[in-house]
């Protein structure tokens, strides 16, 4: 293992370097909206806030200062979590994302885990017995679900369980339980109901990605040399499909997994509209339909910074599976 | 036909159905091997000397199959086999190695439990057993300090080392027949000979048969007992090693040894057979080397020749049978 | 030896539509039933959207030819239902199976557009960076991965928020079509650009490239008539998909009220229309161009899918 660091280093400093100029980007833009659309002290301390404060805050701004001034300001600000005041709630940016994120949070895990959890065995049991119907008829509703847009599943979901059968809520989490920052449905049956059809809804487009993913890989895997040589060497079915092709199916599968919690986050905006769901999402589409500047540039840099973030991770996780990689 | 044959093939036909029809890959194959003996099985890419050995293992790529014959290993006819049956006789009865080792070994799988997996699964041995046997093994085959490489991952070795790992995991189980396929051909020419005396060596020790597929002349003549020449499907002559390379019948083995180059000063132009090997869909009437050969009759156009048994020789060539008769 | 040919006894070369006849893509194409039938509807929605203006039954945008007491109905072969209106009306009397119709020319049209603009923008991106190598092709391919971290719907999303914000309302909703176009079409120009990157690099060290350097054919020659050719199976593999990924993009930005303007109404648009009022029990509304998407969507992934074996070189 302790050979590993080198390389390791070298690439994970690309990648360090990489994300940090996506974040250099993506705040340049926010910093952009936020000084030239509207009026960045009002963004900052909103309509409300009386005279005075707002002849001070012109001064701290330095409003006559050169551009990259400007942009130092509004970066110090943001590390310290200052956004602004949301034009259409009033409250600041900056808490009102915090107070949206455990509803998306919550969602996109369960999501996660239905998808990966269901995904992957079937995709596992039709790349291995692939000629069977079950493996058959898998692959023809997956196609299915690959051509059906997300919030077409939820609104059927509604029509035939909420106002066909009303078995369950049709919008919002139901009653959730707070303690200190966080919030959640778990703990009560609203809002286990509530998560039930936003869950499967948010799971279904990446549930299909990874049947196809796995299964074609795993056909892939079962069609190379070190598997016919192990056949060759007359080791048992059971530990060629689990010990020795799984591991190597998964290694891919493990990038796009991580990819898709990112693809999870963005695909939450379109569940939460459909089912009103108090997330990010649904902050963010009001926010556009509202052209609520504050909260659209914090969200664009809270954003950057979650996909950075999952792709540097991503990529490290790579690392340390393969060995090849690893060890060069 | 001996009953003390180790491995005996009888009119052996593999077929592959394509979207455009049936392809015929192997017609006729007939041929034994005798307990600790080499055969070698030479012939040109596509002829079919890998299929015949995948056809063994029962191995063969869907949609190949075997499409009649028989294969009979011992006492116990193999081909009619289930899979599962077949998986117990691979690995222990009949072994393999494959042309390319970096392919042939799993990458994510440490070296030392690629060999563990391999005897356990064939030997009723603890894990501390297995991994003191392959330790042994991994220096039976010339790994030099095999303890400090047993974690390695197959990457970590160069390309002959790879090899010796693969014939260690093949013998493991000390099967009584070695299906050989390319064992040499992607290792550097240097450590060739090395990789296939270690091959040999292995085999005389144990008595483990081989069947050597290659299309390297020069790797039959220092490793096999007897060889078989393959041309587009079908055996063309087996016989002895060094007869068959000294005094070569079949007009196609004659065209092959004419075109080995030689040590000797160059006297000429290095002799080469006219045309190409038919594909598998393009298979002439009568004799598959007819096109080529250069004193095809009449007979030769219209029907395929048998094999002919003369002199301790396996020939498939009518103006052979004729000459033959004549004389 | 071979028997020499008598040369009256050679056929004159058979035309270039012959040889595309008999090649293996028509073959293939003639062997596999799903491809007939997917690329039949697809020519068939097709067709519909070209002609959607005159074979409609009802001009759904002319406020005169609406009549209020025709609001609701359901389709013909239920209780209630009219001849007339064979997949039923909306709450304005409109008759679903026009505005369908002109729904899916929307659709298909931004779809096609996006789907060119970033075949366009993404194989002259790959050509360069795989033929000039170095800075440019460095920086070009760190911007794909850049942009690649991010998925697409979001980028497209984001653009379409953006210029929401950035131009003023009346600019907006006139460019609002070409706006949707714009932000798709970026959002899917790098696997375009990879591809043909790929290939590039691949062609630029084979020994006719060389040659044709070497007899002075000048470097966008060697590009259009050795490159582009050996691209063209692979990137008609990523547009096939990617139309089909394009619809779904915009019918998804269309209902979140980001897509294209109401005025021109896409089969997102009257999802969303129709999910409005869905607990009125009007599912028809919702359903009948939803059923009509995710029909469009599938035809042109089985054809894609299809497509995509054909040209696999692995299966050959």
């Given amino acids: ?137 898998m692959q023809v509703v997956s196609l299915i679900g690959v051509s059906i847009p997300s919030f077409l599943t939820g609104i059927i979901l509604i029509l035939i369980f909420s106002v066909e059968l009303n078995w369950l809520p049709a919008y919002g989490r139901g009653e959730v339980v707070k303690f200190s920052n966080w919030s959640t449905g778990l703990l009560t049956i609203t809002g286990l109901k509530s998560l039930v059809m936003p869950s499967i809804t948010l799971a279904l487009f990446q549930l299909t990605l990874f049947m196809r993913l796995v299964r074609s890989e795993m056909m892939e895997v079962l069609r190379t040399d070190y598997i016919k040589f192990a056949r060759a060497r007359g080791i048992r079915d059971r530990s060629i499909y ?62 950057a910074l979650l996909f950075v973030t999952i792709n540097a991770v991503v990529d490290m996780l790579y690392f340390w599976v393969d060995p090849r990689v690893r060890l060069g | ?141 010339g790994i030099p300090a095999p303890e400090a490489r047993f974690t390695a991952y197959p990457h970590q070795f160069s390309g002959g080392m790879r090899q010796r790992i693969v014939i260690a995991l093949a013998l493991c189980a000390q099967p009584e027949l070695i299906v050989a396929d390319e064992p040499t051909t992607a290792l550097d020419v240097s450590i060739q000979a090395q990789v296939l005396h270690l091959l040999k060596s292995q085999c005389r020790e144990q008595g483990t048969a081989m069947l050597l597929v290659t299309h390297d002349m020069g790797v039959i003549a220092e490793t096999a007992d007897r060889v078989a020449v393959m041309y587009a499907g079908r055996i063309v002559e087996i016989g002895p090693v060094a007869d068959v390379i000294k005094a070569p019948v079949h007009p196609y083995t004659r065209g092959l040894m004419g075109a080995i180059p030689s040590l000797a000063p160059v006297t000429g132009p290095l002799a080469q057979i006219d045309g190409a090997m038919p594909r598998l869909n393009a298979r002439p009437d009568g004799c598959a080397f007819h096109p080529r050969c250069p004193a095809a009759t009449a007979q030769c156009r219209a029907q395929s020749p048998g094999l002919e048994t003369r002199h301790g020789r396996q020939v498939a060539c009518w103006v052979h049978q004729a000459s033959q008769e004549a004389a | 030896m071979m028997d020499q040919t008598p040369a009256g006894l050679l056929a004159p070369a058979p035309s270039a539509w012959h040889r595309f006849l008999d090649s293996d893509f028509v073959y293939s194409f003639r062997q596999s039933p799903t491809a007939i039938v997917a690329a039949a509807v697809l020519l068939l929605f097709v067709l519909v959207a070209l002609l959607a203006p005159w074979i409609a039954p009802q001009n759904p945008f002319d406020p005169a030819a609406l009549e209020l007491i025709n609001s609701r109905i359901p389709p013909a072969w239920l209780e209630g239902g009219q001849a007339r209106f064979p997949l039923g009306t909306d709450g304005q009397g409109r008759d679903l ?54 998925p697409t719907i979001l980028v497209a999303l984001l653009i379409d928020g953006l210029s929401r914000a950035l131009l003023p309302r009346s600019v907006h909703e006139q460019l609002a079509l070409w706006v949707v176009v714009f932000a798709i079409g970026i959002s899917t120009w790098v696997q375009y650009a990879r591809t043909v990157r790929g290939a590039t690099l691949v062609e630029k060290t084979k020994d006719y490239v060389h040659a044709a350097r070497l007899i002075g054919m000048g470097p966008l020659r060697i590009l259009f008539k050795h490159v582009l050719p050996n691209v063209l199976g692979p990137v008609l593999v990523i547009a096939t998909l990617s139309l089909g990924l394009g619809i779904l993009t915009e019918a998804t930005l269309s209902f979140l009220g980001l897509g294209v303007p109401p005025t021109s109404p896409s089969l997102g648009t009257l999802i969303r229309i129709g999910n409005e009022v869905l607990f009125s029990g009007e599912w028809w509304v919702t359903v009948m161009p939803g059923a009509c998407l995710v029909v469009l969507v599938l035809a042109i992934n089985l054809l894609g899918d299809w497509l995509r074996d054909v040209f696999n070189p692995k299966l050959k």
């Avoid at chain 1, 799984?246 to 290694?251: D, F, V």
């Avoid at chain 2, 028989?70 to 042309?99: C, H, N, P, Y």
């Avoid at chain 3, 049209?109 to 993404?122: E, Q």
Wanted: contains cysteine; proline residues 4%; charged residues 15%.
């Fill in chain 3, 97 to 150: 199976l026009s505005v369908l119709m002109f729904g899916l020319r929307i659709s298909l049209l931004v779809s096609f557009c996006a789907t060119l603009f970033a075949l366009a923008v993404g194989v002259t991106l790959g050509l360069i960076s795989g033929s000039a190598g170095g800075r440019i092709d460095n920086l070009i391919m760190r911007l794909a991965d850049m942009q690649l971290s991010f």
């Fill in chain 1, 1 to 137: 293992m302790g050979e590993l660091k080198l390389p390791m280093l070298r690439f994970l400093s690309t990648r360090l370097w990489n994300g940090a100029l996506v974040m250099l980007g993506v705040s340049f833009i926010s910093f952009l909206l936020f000084n030239f659309i509207g009026d960045p002290v009002n963004n900052l301390l909103g309509e409300t806030a009386t005279g005075a404060q707002k002849d001070a805050m012109r001064a701290a701004l330095g409003l006559d200062q050169p551009l990259l001034f400007r942009f130092y300001s509004y970066i110090s600000l943001a590390l310290q979590g200052e956004f602004g005041i949301s034009y259409r709630n009033l409250e600041p940016v900056g808490r009102l994302l915090m107070s949206r994120v455990p509803a998306t949070l919550e969602l996109s895990l369960c999501a996660a885990v239905l998808a990966l959890g269901v995904g992957i065995p079937m995709g596992v049991y039709a790349g291995i017995k692939r000629n069977s119907w079950l493996a058959q008829s």
């Fill in chain 2, 1 to 141: 036909m001996t009953s003390q044959a180790l491995l005996r093939v009888q009119h052996l036909r593999v077929e592959i159905p394509t979207r455009r029809g049936v392809l015929l890959a192997l017609d006729d194959v007939s041929f034994t091997i005798a307990p600790g003996e080499i055969l070698g099985f030479v012939g040109e890419s596509g002829a079919g000397k890998s299929l015949t050995g995948m056809a063994i293992l029962g191995l063969l790529d869907p949609p190949g199959r075997v499409a009649s014959g028989e294969i009979w290993l011992g006492e116990r006819r193999i081909d009619t086999l289930s899979q599962r049956e077949m998986r117990l006789i691979r690995g222990k009865q009949i072994g393999a190695v494959f042309q390319d080792p970096l392919m042939s070994l799993n990458p994510l799988l440490q070296i030392g439990d690629q060999l563990i997996e391999s005897i356990r699964t064939h030997l009723p041995l603890t894990h501390e057993q297995a991994a003191a046997r392959a330790l042994a093994l991994m220096r039976s085959v």
């Fill in chain 1, 242 to 303: 689990f010990h020795h092709a799984l591991k190597n199916t998964l290694i891919p599968v493990i990038t796009v997994a991580g990819l898709q919690l990112g693809a999870l986050i963005a695909f939450s905006i379109i569940t939460e509209t459909v089912f009103q769901w108090p997330g990010l999402g649904l902050l963010i589409i009001q926010a556009i339909t509202f052209a609520d500047i504050p909260v659209i540039a914090a969200y664009l840099i809270l954003i």
